[in-house]
């Protein structure tokens, strides 16, 4: 007999897009929790939702399964007096309702105690499982949550409807105040009113007479099968970008796509307004040509299939055309001057009230540059770039277009500069300039760009933290962890940073905005655990924490991660990390140890020379140095087999320290070796 199929959906108010899919995978688990706990649990789950509902199909057991619970009784030393059973033994053994002779003896902390195994009672799970939904919906993470009515209850959203049911028997129950009722809901457009349900099954039957698809990955194949098939009528392919597909997913209960048209003239705007235009703000797939170029069409969903589908469309059609009728005014507006006339304007734009002005802030980006300028692997005929970007990259903030489309900031200023003869490594380096804000963005193009991305990313990080305003818990208002991201990225995967290195930017950064001591490491932290969990997405955790944990350049880390993954399972790898234990383990705890240059007796000497060996391989060249670690290794314990390092001669111990001291500096040149 196969198990009974339990079904819950909890009906409510639209739920934001960008909330959906995790506060839907919050309940699942915490209901999958629930069932476990309660000894139900048979296998995963199925989740489904839309904006107005979450909705769990499982697999249950009929009844809960088995379970002894141990119930600690008196300490045995208490249990019995001159041979009987004292009244607390006796008290206990009414209370469990076990026989003496089948009480046990276990120890715990130390003491021993009678101990009774109990049968804990096998009810039913439709007796159960109306109890778990409301203790799991307790425990959803909400981002944030809303009170309505006169309960003092809190959600993300107003709950308006539930339905329980097991197989086919309805489960009467209440969250939030509202009880469970054997009906559900259609989509807004094509059936508002109440849905009769009697069983798992007809639950089913009772949203496809809804309109509703709760399955996202079916919403989301009907909106790509056909979007494309009506971008194929008009000659043209969907432009589909996937943030964008997952809010509609998530917007929709029933997706109904259809095309619409604009006028052609508007194909002379730059291509990003048009498509933020569409996009951003209305939530339309564009259409391009078999050639990649923007058609005069657009793809968009509606919410149900409902009627008058060509009247919809025209008042898509009619919203967009005032849409770009704006989008080409303030591009027009903006074409009178050029983006350099802007500059002025920055100081009355505040960047922070305890940062100053965007003027404030290009003047600081500036002075960072020229104080870091020699050490940049950017070529000398580049640097007048590098100072023309950072002159124009915030001034399309005062342009009409990015007032009207945020989105396009850097983006608009990329455009305009390239229309003002700006060379175009400057043009693309405003453009780039919020690049990458993600783990799969793409990096700015050139070695200009990428400096301007890093040197505005470190006067963000390192201004903020020196107010004191830092990422916090979930809260990030400003972006740090975002910009802590983009710096990490911009300092393993590019070869702009020639002599320099990221602390030490950092730390000049710091020191031209007078800020207190430890700001610059903050800051380091900061970024250091961004790149750890990108990292750890490939490579092992623990060798990444290794290779972070030296200080050496984080360009060449993936070469270096790729290096030990290879080696890991060698001998020797097992070999350099007891060494290196070895070494760490008398160095740890005694203070103020400076490097010596040898030692005395054939054992130092030995040491002193295969130290030397391998701090004398070419920097980066990992192949010399682990190849020199075949003699240094050895000494190290042919060092520690034959010397006593902590002599009672102070003299000696710090010669002997002062060489391990160095011997440690050669072990840790890539990494630092815990494991």
Not at 53 to 59: D, F, I, Q, T
Not at 195 to 208: F, Q
Request: with cysteine.
């Amino acid at each position: 007999m196969s198990n009974p199929r339990f079904l819950v959906e909890v009906g409510v108010e639209e739920i934001p897009s960008r909330y959906l899919a995790s506060l839907a995978a919050s309940f699942q688990q915490a209901l999958e929790a629930e069932l476990q706990n309660a000894r139900l649990w048979q296998a995963p789950s199925a989740l489904f939702y839309t904006p107005r509902r979450l909705v769990v199909e499982a697999s249950v057991a009929a009844q809960q399964a088995p379970e002894l619970e141990v119930i600690r009784g008196p300490q045995a030393a208490q249990a019995w007096r001159e041979g009987a059973p004292t009244e607390a033994l006796l008290g206990f053994a009414r209370r469990v309702q076990v026989p003496l002779d089948a009480l046990e003896r276990e120890m715990v902390q130390g003491k021993e105690y009678l101990v009774a195994r109990v049968a804990k009672p096998q009810r039913g799970a439709e007796e159960v499982l109306p109890q778990l939904v409301p203790q799991a919906l307790a425990k959803v993470a909400l981002p944030r949550s809303m009170r309505w009515g006169r309960t003092d209850e809190r959600f993300l959203r107003p709950v308006r409807w539930l339905v329980m049911f097991l197989d086919g028997r309805f489960l009467p129950g209440e969250i939030f105040g509202v009880r469970a009722r054997p009906e559900t809901y259609g989509n807004r457009t094509d059936h508002p009113g109440a849905l009769p349900v009697a069983s798992v099954a007809g639950y089913w039957e009772a949203l496809a007479r809804g309109r509703v698809e709760a399955d996202p990955e079916r919403r989301r194949e009907a909106i790509l099968r056909e979007g494309q098939r009506l971008a194929r009528e008009v000659g043209g392919t969907l432009d589909v970008d996937p943030d964008l597909l997952d809010e509609v997913v998530n917007l929709v209960e029933w997706p109904t796509p259809f095309v619409g048209a604009f006028d052609p003239a508007y194909l002379a705007l730059p291509d990003p307004l048009l498509i933020t235009a569409m996009r951003v703000h209305q939530r339309y797939f564009p259409v391009r040509s078999p050639e990649g170029r923007l058609m005069p069409y657009f793809v968009a969903v509606r919410n149900g299939i409902g009627a008058a589908l060509d009247q919809v469309r025209r008042g898509n059609e009619r919203v967009l055309r005032a849409r770009l009728a704006d989008a080409r005014y303030f591009f027009e507006l903006d074409r009178k001057e050029p983006l350099e006339s802007r500059r002025a304007g920055l100081e009355n734009v505040l960047f922070h009230q305890k940062l100053g002005t965007y003027q404030d802030k290009v003047d600081r980006v500036r002075a960072l540059y020229q104080e870091t300028l020699a050490g940049w692997q950017v070529p000398k005929s580049a640097q007048p770039w590098v100072e023309r970007a950072i002159e124009l990259y915030k001034c399309d903030l005062l342009t009409h277009v990015v007032g009207e489309f945020p989105e396009l900031q850097g983006v608009m200023g990329g455009i305009y500069a390239t229309f003002d003869g700006e060379p175009e490594a400057v043009a693309a380096a405003i453009r780039d300039q919020y690049r990458p804000a993600s783990p799969s963005d793409p990096l700015p193009e050139g070695a200009v760009g990428q400096l301007l991305g890093i040197l505005d990313r470190v006067d963000t990080l390192v201004m903020f933290y020196a107010h004191g305003i830092k990422a916090t818990g979930s809260e990030d208002p400003f972006g740090l962890r975002r910009a802590a991201l983009g710096l990490a990225r911009l300092s393993t995967e590019t070869g702009v940073w020639g002599d320099h290195s990221l602390g030490e930017v950092l730390g000049r950064m710091a020191r031209l905005a007078g800020a207190s001591e430890g700001v610059a490491d903050a800051v380091h932290q900061l970024i250091q655990s961004r790149l750890a969990s990108l990292l750890e997405a490939k490579w092992p955790p623990a060798l990444v924490q290794s290779v972070l944990a030296a200080d050496n350049p984080w360009p060449q880390i993936e070469e270096r991660l790729a290096f030990f993954q290879g080696v890991q399972d060698t001998p020797e790898w097992l070999a350099l990390q007891e060494a290196y234990r070895r070494v760490a383990r008398i160095l740890s705890g005694v203070q103020g140890i400076e490097e010596r240059e040898g030692g005395h007796g054939a054992a130092a000497e030995a040491l002193h020379r295969a130290c030397s060996q391998a701090l004398a391989a070419p920097e980066g060249d990992l192949q010399a140095w682990w190849r020199s670690l075949a003699f240094l290794v050895p000494a190290i314990h042919e060092f520690f087999e034959g010397v006593l390092v902590m002599d009672p001669d102070p003299e000696v111990r710090a010669e002997r320290l002062g060489l391990l001291k160095k011997v440690e500096r050669a072990l840790t040149r890539y990494g630092v070796w815990e494991g």
